[in-house]
Protein backbone atom coordinates (compact mmCIF):
# COMPACT_ATOMS: atom_id res chain seq x y z
CA UNK A 1 0.00 0.00 0.00
CA UNK A 2 1.92 3.23 -1.12
CA UNK A 3 -0.32 5.14 0.52
CA UNK A 4 0.83 4.07 3.72
CA UNK A 5 4.44 3.97 3.35
CA UNK A 6 4.38 7.94 3.19
CA UNK A 7 3.31 8.44 6.61
CA UNK A 8 5.54 11.05 8.49
CA UNK A 9 5.39 10.56 12.12
CA UNK A 10 3.32 7.43 12.46
CA UNK A 11 0.01 9.12 14.42
CA UNK A 12 -3.19 9.35 12.99
CA UNK A 13 -6.49 10.63 14.14
CA UNK A 14 -9.57 8.16 13.64
CA UNK A 15 -13.55 9.62 12.95
CA UNK A 16 -14.86 7.47 15.46
CA UNK A 17 -18.66 7.34 15.72
CA UNK A 18 -19.00 3.96 17.49
CA UNK A 19 -20.73 1.89 14.49
CA UNK A 20 -19.17 -1.01 12.56
CA UNK A 21 -17.46 1.28 9.88
CA UNK A 22 -15.23 3.56 11.89
CA UNK A 23 -14.67 0.73 14.61
CA UNK A 24 -13.30 -1.18 11.80
CA UNK A 25 -11.11 1.39 10.94
CA UNK A 26 -9.93 2.11 14.13
CA UNK A 27 -8.57 -1.37 14.43
CA UNK A 28 -6.98 -0.89 10.96
CA UNK A 29 -5.28 2.54 12.11
CA UNK A 30 -4.29 0.69 14.83
CA UNK A 31 -2.37 -1.99 12.86
CA UNK A 32 -1.10 0.67 10.15
CA UNK A 33 -0.18 3.72 12.63
CA UNK A 34 1.94 3.41 15.66
CA UNK A 35 0.23 6.07 17.66
CA UNK A 36 -3.95 6.16 17.46
CA UNK A 37 -6.14 8.94 18.34
CA UNK A 38 -10.14 9.01 18.25
CA UNK A 39 -11.98 11.98 17.84
CA UNK A 40 -16.29 11.72 18.31
CA UNK A 41 -18.90 14.30 17.94
CA UNK A 42 -22.00 15.39 19.96
CA UNK A 43 -23.73 16.93 17.75
CA UNK A 44 -27.53 16.32 18.98
CA UNK A 45 -28.00 13.26 17.30
CA UNK A 46 -31.22 11.28 19.09
CA UNK A 47 -29.01 8.41 20.16
CA UNK A 48 -27.09 10.09 22.79
CA UNK A 49 -25.68 6.99 23.65
CA UNK A 50 -23.52 6.93 20.29
CA UNK A 51 -20.67 9.16 22.19
CA UNK A 52 -20.53 6.81 25.03
CA UNK A 53 -20.58 3.31 22.67
CA UNK A 54 -17.78 5.44 21.05
CA UNK A 55 -15.62 6.28 24.22
CA UNK A 56 -15.97 2.67 25.35
CA UNK A 57 -14.59 1.48 22.21
CA UNK A 58 -11.71 3.86 22.43
CA UNK A 59 -10.94 3.12 25.86
CA UNK A 60 -11.10 -1.08 24.81
CA UNK A 61 -8.96 -0.09 21.80
CA UNK A 62 -6.57 1.68 24.08
CA UNK A 63 -6.77 4.90 21.91
CA UNK A 64 -6.68 8.34 23.26
CA UNK A 65 -10.21 10.08 23.10
CA UNK A 66 -11.53 13.67 22.50
CA UNK A 67 -15.06 14.29 22.49
CA UNK A 68 -16.20 17.58 20.42
CA UNK A 69 -19.81 19.67 21.52
CA UNK A 70 -21.15 20.81 17.69
CA UNK A 71 -24.51 21.57 18.38
CA UNK A 72 -24.94 23.98 15.58
CA UNK A 73 -25.08 21.46 13.74
CA UNK A 74 -28.30 20.21 14.39
CA UNK A 75 -29.48 23.92 14.48
CA UNK A 76 -28.20 24.22 10.83
CA UNK A 77 -30.30 20.65 10.24
CA UNK A 78 -33.34 20.95 9.22
CA UNK A 79 -35.99 18.38 8.32
CA UNK A 80 -33.75 15.79 9.73
CA UNK A 81 -35.02 12.78 11.57
CA UNK A 82 -31.58 11.82 12.43
CA UNK A 83 -31.54 15.39 15.14
CA UNK A 84 -34.96 15.94 15.02
CA UNK A 85 -37.00 13.13 17.21
CA UNK A 86 -40.52 14.55 15.92
CA UNK A 87 -39.51 13.56 12.40
CA UNK A 88 -40.66 9.91 11.18
CA UNK A 89 -37.21 8.23 9.71
CA UNK A 90 -37.44 7.38 5.51
CA UNK A 91 -37.09 3.74 5.27
CA UNK A 92 -35.71 4.37 1.74
CA UNK A 93 -33.93 7.12 -0.11
CA UNK A 94 -36.74 8.73 -1.44
CA UNK A 95 -37.24 9.82 -5.70
CA UNK A 96 -35.02 13.11 -6.24
CA UNK A 97 -33.80 14.14 -3.32
CA UNK A 98 -31.66 13.10 -0.16
CA UNK A 99 -33.24 10.57 2.74
CA UNK A 100 -33.90 12.92 5.98
CA UNK A 101 -31.17 10.51 7.43
CA UNK A 102 -29.49 13.13 5.73
CA UNK A 103 -27.49 15.97 8.21
CA UNK A 104 -25.71 18.14 5.85
CA UNK A 105 -22.75 18.98 5.98
CA UNK A 106 -21.80 16.07 8.76
CA UNK A 107 -18.80 15.39 7.15
CA UNK A 108 -17.84 18.33 5.54
CA UNK A 109 -17.75 19.44 9.47
CA UNK A 110 -16.12 16.25 11.16
CA UNK A 111 -13.33 16.28 8.75
CA UNK A 112 -12.77 19.68 9.81
CA UNK A 113 -12.68 19.43 12.76
CA UNK A 114 -10.86 16.38 13.11
CA UNK A 115 -7.81 18.24 10.86
CA UNK A 116 -7.38 21.20 13.19
CA UNK A 117 -7.52 18.94 16.14
CA UNK A 118 -5.04 16.66 14.34
CA UNK A 119 -2.92 19.64 13.08
CA UNK A 120 -2.54 20.57 16.89
CA UNK A 121 -1.56 17.19 17.70
CA UNK A 122 1.28 17.01 15.09
CA UNK A 123 -0.63 14.57 13.12
CA UNK A 124 -0.90 14.62 9.66
CA UNK A 125 -3.06 11.63 8.70
CA UNK A 126 -6.61 11.59 8.96
CA UNK A 127 -8.99 8.31 8.85
CA UNK A 128 -12.52 8.06 7.53
CA UNK A 129 -14.48 5.24 7.17
CA UNK A 130 -17.00 6.90 4.61
CA UNK A 131 -18.03 4.12 2.05
CA UNK A 132 -18.96 5.46 -1.93
CA UNK A 133 -19.85 1.58 -2.21
CA UNK A 134 -23.31 1.53 0.28
CA UNK A 135 -23.71 5.32 0.60
CA UNK A 136 -27.00 5.25 1.03
CA UNK A 137 -27.85 8.81 -1.19
CA UNK A 138 -25.48 11.22 1.07
CA UNK A 139 -23.19 12.84 -1.16
CA UNK A 140 -20.70 13.53 1.95
CA UNK A 141 -19.87 9.54 1.98
CA UNK A 142 -18.54 9.83 -1.69
CA UNK A 143 -14.86 9.74 -3.12
CA UNK A 144 -14.65 12.72 -5.02
CA UNK A 145 -15.96 14.87 -2.10
CA UNK A 146 -13.09 13.45 0.35
CA UNK A 147 -10.43 14.23 -2.29
CA UNK A 148 -12.01 18.15 -2.76
CA UNK A 149 -12.26 18.25 0.91
CA UNK A 150 -8.59 17.07 1.64
CA UNK A 151 -7.26 19.49 -1.15
CA UNK A 152 -9.75 22.53 0.54
CA UNK A 153 -7.86 21.42 4.10
CA UNK A 154 -4.61 21.22 2.94
CA UNK A 155 -4.98 24.71 1.27
CA UNK A 156 -6.94 26.19 4.01
CA UNK A 157 -4.23 25.48 6.44
CA UNK A 158 -0.81 25.43 4.27
CA UNK A 159 -0.87 21.52 5.64
CA UNK A 160 -0.28 18.18 3.89
CA UNK A 161 -3.59 16.23 5.84
CA UNK A 162 -3.51 12.51 3.71
CA UNK A 163 -7.67 11.67 4.19
CA UNK A 164 -7.84 7.68 4.04
CA UNK A 165 -10.43 5.94 3.66
CA UNK A 166 -9.90 2.07 3.82
CA UNK A 167 -13.22 1.56 3.17
CA UNK A 168 -14.04 3.25 0.31
CA UNK A 169 -14.75 0.61 -2.40
CA UNK A 170 -16.12 -1.90 0.28
CA UNK A 171 -19.52 -3.20 0.75
CA UNK A 172 -20.84 -4.03 3.99
CA UNK A 173 -19.50 -7.96 3.53
CA UNK A 174 -16.08 -6.93 2.87
CA UNK A 175 -15.89 -4.60 5.97
CA UNK A 176 -17.22 -7.58 8.07
CA UNK A 177 -14.14 -9.50 6.09
CA UNK A 178 -11.71 -6.78 7.00
CA UNK A 179 -13.10 -7.00 10.71
CA UNK A 180 -12.40 -10.57 10.79
CA UNK A 181 -9.02 -10.60 9.04
CA UNK A 182 -8.08 -7.41 11.92
CA UNK A 183 -8.91 -10.09 14.68
CA UNK A 184 -12.02 -8.07 15.64
CA UNK A 185 -15.51 -9.02 14.07
CA UNK A 186 -16.32 -9.79 17.69
CA UNK A 187 -16.09 -6.70 19.24
CA UNK A 188 -17.58 -5.17 15.87
CA UNK A 189 -20.27 -7.34 15.67
CA UNK A 190 -21.30 -6.83 19.93
CA UNK A 191 -20.28 -3.88 20.72
CA UNK A 192 -20.73 -1.03 18.19
CA UNK A 193 -23.84 1.11 17.34
CA UNK A 194 -25.24 0.98 13.48
CA UNK A 195 -28.71 0.91 14.49
CA UNK A 196 -30.63 4.42 13.33
CA UNK A 197 -33.28 3.26 16.59
CA UNK A 198 -30.06 3.19 18.53
CA UNK A 199 -29.81 -0.61 19.65
CA UNK A 200 -26.36 -1.98 20.16
CA UNK A 201 -24.85 -5.10 18.17
CA UNK A 202 -27.21 -6.70 15.91
CA UNK A 203 -29.73 -3.60 16.22
CA UNK A 204 -33.59 -3.14 15.68
CA UNK A 205 -33.20 -5.66 12.27
CA UNK A 206 -35.37 -3.50 10.53
CA UNK A 207 -34.33 0.33 10.15
CA UNK A 208 -32.40 0.87 6.83
CA UNK A 209 -29.04 0.76 8.72
CA UNK A 210 -29.45 -2.69 10.68
CA UNK A 211 -31.12 -4.09 7.04
CA UNK A 212 -27.74 -3.05 5.15
CA UNK A 213 -25.48 -4.45 8.37
CA UNK A 214 -27.31 -7.65 8.11
CA UNK A 215 -27.26 -8.02 4.75
CA UNK A 216 -23.40 -7.78 4.52
CA UNK A 217 -22.79 -10.35 7.73
CA UNK A 218 -24.96 -12.79 6.11
CA UNK A 219 -23.31 -12.74 2.66
CA UNK A 220 -19.94 -12.44 4.67
CA UNK A 221 -20.62 -15.55 6.90
CA UNK A 222 -21.49 -17.45 4.05
CA UNK A 223 -18.38 -16.76 2.08
CA UNK A 224 -16.26 -17.89 5.21
CA UNK A 225 -18.65 -21.08 5.71
CA UNK A 226 -18.21 -22.02 1.61
CA UNK A 227 -14.49 -21.38 2.41
CA UNK A 228 -14.10 -24.01 5.41
CA UNK B 1 -19.77 41.25 -14.40
CA UNK B 2 -20.39 37.51 -16.13
CA UNK B 3 -20.44 35.94 -12.71
CA UNK B 4 -23.15 37.69 -11.05
CA UNK B 5 -25.46 37.58 -14.41
CA UNK B 6 -25.86 33.31 -13.52
CA UNK B 7 -27.51 34.48 -10.33
CA UNK B 8 -30.80 32.54 -10.17
CA UNK B 9 -33.14 33.46 -7.49
CA UNK B 10 -31.34 37.22 -6.54
CA UNK B 11 -30.63 36.04 -2.83
CA UNK B 12 -27.08 36.53 -1.57
CA UNK B 13 -25.88 35.38 2.08
CA UNK B 14 -23.38 37.55 3.55
CA UNK B 15 -20.63 36.24 6.01
CA UNK B 16 -20.55 39.56 8.08
CA UNK B 17 -17.80 40.49 10.87
CA UNK B 18 -18.61 43.69 11.26
CA UNK B 19 -15.66 44.79 10.12
CA UNK B 20 -14.35 47.27 6.84
CA UNK B 21 -14.34 44.12 4.16
CA UNK B 22 -17.22 42.23 5.65
CA UNK B 23 -19.45 45.35 5.63
CA UNK B 24 -18.49 46.95 2.89
CA UNK B 25 -19.23 43.13 1.29
CA UNK B 26 -22.80 43.41 2.17
CA UNK B 27 -23.53 47.13 0.73
CA UNK B 28 -22.13 45.17 -2.45
CA UNK B 29 -24.19 42.89 -1.90
CA UNK B 30 -27.35 44.86 -1.34
CA UNK B 31 -26.42 46.15 -4.86
CA UNK B 32 -25.81 43.18 -6.58
CA UNK B 33 -28.96 41.04 -5.29
CA UNK B 34 -32.78 41.82 -4.65
CA UNK B 35 -32.95 39.87 -1.26
CA UNK B 36 -29.96 39.88 1.42
CA UNK B 37 -29.11 38.08 4.40
CA UNK B 38 -26.29 38.43 6.65
CA UNK B 39 -24.72 35.55 9.21
CA UNK B 40 -22.24 36.25 12.19
CA UNK B 41 -20.19 34.03 14.34
CA UNK B 42 -19.71 33.73 18.33
CA UNK B 43 -16.59 31.72 18.52
CA UNK B 44 -15.04 33.14 21.37
CA UNK B 45 -13.33 35.95 19.74
CA UNK B 46 -11.99 38.32 22.35
CA UNK B 47 -13.81 41.49 21.41
CA UNK B 48 -17.60 39.88 22.24
CA UNK B 49 -19.05 43.04 21.27
CA UNK B 50 -17.65 42.34 17.22
CA UNK B 51 -20.98 40.68 16.78
CA UNK B 52 -23.14 43.27 18.02
CA UNK B 53 -21.73 45.36 15.64
CA UNK B 54 -22.30 42.97 12.90
CA UNK B 55 -25.51 42.89 14.13
CA UNK B 56 -26.50 46.94 14.29
CA UNK B 57 -24.98 47.10 10.59
CA UNK B 58 -27.21 44.22 9.05
CA UNK B 59 -30.19 46.39 10.97
CA UNK B 60 -28.87 49.56 9.17
CA UNK B 61 -28.94 48.02 5.87
CA UNK B 62 -32.12 46.26 6.54
CA UNK B 63 -30.60 42.85 6.15
CA UNK B 64 -31.81 39.78 7.79
CA UNK B 65 -29.70 38.74 10.18
CA UNK B 66 -28.50 34.88 11.58
CA UNK B 67 -25.75 34.81 14.82
CA UNK B 68 -24.35 31.53 15.25
CA UNK B 69 -22.80 30.28 18.45
CA UNK B 70 -19.56 27.99 17.16
CA UNK B 71 -17.63 28.32 20.61
CA UNK B 72 -15.77 24.58 19.18
CA UNK B 73 -13.51 26.74 17.41
CA UNK B 74 -12.22 28.32 20.23
CA UNK B 75 -11.53 24.83 22.15
CA UNK B 76 -9.51 24.12 18.97
CA UNK B 77 -7.32 27.04 18.48
CA UNK B 78 -4.08 26.50 20.60
CA UNK B 79 -1.56 29.59 20.91
CA UNK B 80 -4.07 31.75 19.05
CA UNK B 81 -4.16 35.51 20.50
CA UNK B 82 -7.72 36.15 19.13
CA UNK B 83 -9.33 33.56 21.17
CA UNK B 84 -6.58 33.50 24.23
CA UNK B 85 -6.25 36.83 25.78
CA UNK B 86 -3.66 35.69 28.19
CA UNK B 87 -1.21 35.67 24.70
CA UNK B 88 0.00 38.73 23.30
CA UNK B 89 -0.72 39.53 19.73
CA UNK B 90 1.72 39.35 17.33
CA UNK B 91 2.39 42.92 15.39
CA UNK B 92 4.35 41.39 12.36
CA UNK B 93 4.22 38.03 10.97
CA UNK B 94 7.03 35.81 12.76
CA UNK B 95 9.47 33.98 10.08
CA UNK B 96 8.23 31.04 9.06
CA UNK B 97 4.94 30.51 10.65
CA UNK B 98 1.65 31.88 11.39
CA UNK B 99 1.05 35.16 13.01
CA UNK B 100 0.10 34.09 16.23
CA UNK B 101 -3.45 35.86 15.38
CA UNK B 102 -4.23 32.82 13.04
CA UNK B 103 -7.67 30.60 14.10
CA UNK B 104 -6.87 27.60 12.44
CA UNK B 105 -9.88 26.88 10.01
CA UNK B 106 -11.85 29.48 10.40
CA UNK B 107 -13.03 30.54 7.31
CA UNK B 108 -13.39 26.76 6.57
CA UNK B 109 -15.84 26.72 8.85
CA UNK B 110 -17.66 30.24 8.44
CA UNK B 111 -18.14 29.70 4.90
CA UNK B 112 -19.30 25.54 5.47
CA UNK B 113 -21.55 26.55 8.22
CA UNK B 114 -22.82 29.83 6.15
CA UNK B 115 -23.46 27.34 3.15
CA UNK B 116 -25.48 25.11 4.59
CA UNK B 117 -27.62 27.77 6.22
CA UNK B 118 -28.08 29.22 2.55
CA UNK B 119 -29.17 25.88 1.09
CA UNK B 120 -31.79 25.98 3.98
CA UNK B 121 -33.08 29.19 2.86
CA UNK B 122 -33.10 28.25 -1.01
CA UNK B 123 -29.94 30.21 -1.17
CA UNK B 124 -27.11 29.65 -3.36
CA UNK B 125 -24.72 33.08 -3.65
CA UNK B 126 -22.67 33.25 -0.60
CA UNK B 127 -20.67 36.23 -0.35
CA UNK B 128 -17.12 36.91 1.85
CA UNK B 129 -15.32 40.02 2.41
CA UNK B 130 -11.70 37.56 2.00
CA UNK B 131 -8.65 39.13 0.05
CA UNK B 132 -5.71 37.54 -0.86
CA UNK B 133 -3.69 41.21 -1.59
CA UNK B 134 -3.84 42.17 2.12
CA UNK B 135 -3.72 38.14 3.45
CA UNK B 136 -1.51 38.71 6.15
CA UNK B 137 -0.27 35.15 5.76
CA UNK B 138 -3.86 33.49 6.86
CA UNK B 139 -3.96 30.40 4.01
CA UNK B 140 -7.65 30.52 4.51
CA UNK B 141 -8.12 33.91 2.83
CA UNK B 142 -6.17 32.90 -0.51
CA UNK B 143 -7.94 32.94 -3.93
CA UNK B 144 -7.06 29.11 -4.17
CA UNK B 145 -9.03 27.87 -0.98
CA UNK B 146 -11.79 29.62 -1.49
CA UNK B 147 -12.28 28.24 -4.84
CA UNK B 148 -11.04 24.60 -3.45
CA UNK B 149 -13.86 24.89 -0.97
CA UNK B 150 -16.80 25.94 -3.21
CA UNK B 151 -16.03 22.61 -5.19
CA UNK B 152 -16.03 20.37 -1.38
CA UNK B 153 -19.19 22.21 -0.71
CA UNK B 154 -20.99 21.57 -4.05
CA UNK B 155 -19.83 17.80 -3.81
CA UNK B 156 -20.69 17.26 0.15
CA UNK B 157 -24.09 18.80 -0.27
CA UNK B 158 -24.95 18.36 -4.09
CA UNK B 159 -25.75 21.65 -4.66
CA UNK B 160 -24.44 24.59 -7.07
CA UNK B 161 -23.14 27.31 -4.58
CA UNK B 162 -21.04 30.19 -5.61
CA UNK B 163 -19.18 31.90 -3.54
CA UNK B 164 -18.13 35.56 -4.15
CA UNK B 165 -15.40 37.33 -3.16
CA UNK B 166 -15.27 40.73 -4.76
CA UNK B 167 -12.49 42.23 -2.38
CA UNK B 168 -10.15 38.93 -3.50
CA UNK B 169 -7.88 41.39 -4.97
CA UNK B 170 -8.49 44.61 -4.07
CA UNK B 171 -6.03 46.29 -1.85
CA UNK B 172 -7.27 48.41 1.43
CA UNK B 173 -7.37 51.67 -0.74
CA UNK B 174 -9.00 50.39 -3.25
CA UNK B 175 -11.83 48.38 -0.65
CA UNK B 176 -12.30 52.04 0.88
CA UNK B 177 -13.09 53.42 -2.93
CA UNK B 178 -15.19 51.06 -3.39
CA UNK B 179 -17.10 51.84 0.31
CA UNK B 180 -17.21 55.82 -1.63
CA UNK B 181 -18.38 54.36 -4.78
CA UNK B 182 -21.40 51.71 -3.08
CA UNK B 183 -22.14 55.59 -0.74
CA UNK B 184 -21.39 54.11 2.57
CA UNK B 185 -18.21 55.33 3.57
CA UNK B 186 -19.25 57.30 6.54
CA UNK B 187 -20.77 53.64 7.73
CA UNK B 188 -17.40 51.70 7.09
CA UNK B 189 -15.49 54.47 8.90
CA UNK B 190 -17.12 55.15 11.33
CA UNK B 191 -19.33 52.23 12.61
CA UNK B 192 -17.23 48.92 11.68
CA UNK B 193 -14.70 47.20 14.20
CA UNK B 194 -11.56 46.04 12.33
CA UNK B 195 -8.92 46.91 15.40
CA UNK B 196 -7.63 43.95 16.97
CA UNK B 197 -7.92 46.05 20.42
CA UNK B 198 -11.27 46.34 20.02
CA UNK B 199 -11.84 50.28 19.23
CA UNK B 200 -14.50 50.90 16.61
CA UNK B 201 -14.18 52.64 13.83
CA UNK B 202 -10.75 54.33 13.18
CA UNK B 203 -9.47 51.97 15.94
CA UNK B 204 -6.20 51.94 18.40
CA UNK B 205 -4.32 53.32 15.72
CA UNK B 206 -1.61 50.67 16.30
CA UNK B 207 -2.46 47.25 16.05
CA UNK B 208 -1.33 45.70 12.52
CA UNK B 209 -5.45 45.63 11.62
CA UNK B 210 -5.40 49.41 12.04
CA UNK B 211 -2.01 49.76 10.65
CA UNK B 212 -3.16 48.42 7.24
CA UNK B 213 -6.69 50.03 7.55
CA UNK B 214 -5.50 53.46 7.95
CA UNK B 215 -2.49 52.96 5.13
CA UNK B 216 -5.42 51.94 2.91
CA UNK B 217 -7.50 55.27 3.98
CA UNK B 218 -4.79 57.62 3.55
CA UNK B 219 -4.37 56.15 0.13
CA UNK B 220 -7.36 56.40 -0.84
CA UNK B 221 -7.92 59.75 0.51
CA UNK B 222 -4.65 61.24 -1.40
CA UNK B 223 -6.12 59.56 -4.79
CA UNK B 224 -8.88 61.21 -4.00
CA UNK B 225 -8.13 64.58 -3.66
CA UNK B 226 -5.22 64.56 -6.72
CA UNK B 227 -8.74 63.83 -8.52
CA UNK B 228 -10.52 67.00 -7.41
Chains 1, 2 share one sequence.
Not at 16 to 29: E, K, N, R
Not at 36 to 65: C, P
Request: charged share 20%; glycine share 6%; aromatic share 10%.
Amino acid sequence: MAEISTKPNNKALVVLSGGQDSTTCLFWAKKEFKEVYAISFNYGQKHQHETAIAQSIAERAGVSFKLMDIYFISQLATNCSLTDSSIKMDKEKPEGSFPNTFVPGRNLFFLSIAAVYARSLGIRDIVTGVSQTDFSGYPDCRDSFIKSLNVSLNLAMDEQFVLHTPLMWKDKAETWEMADNLGVFDIVRNETLTCYNGVVGDGCGHCPACLLRRKGLEMYLEKKNLKH
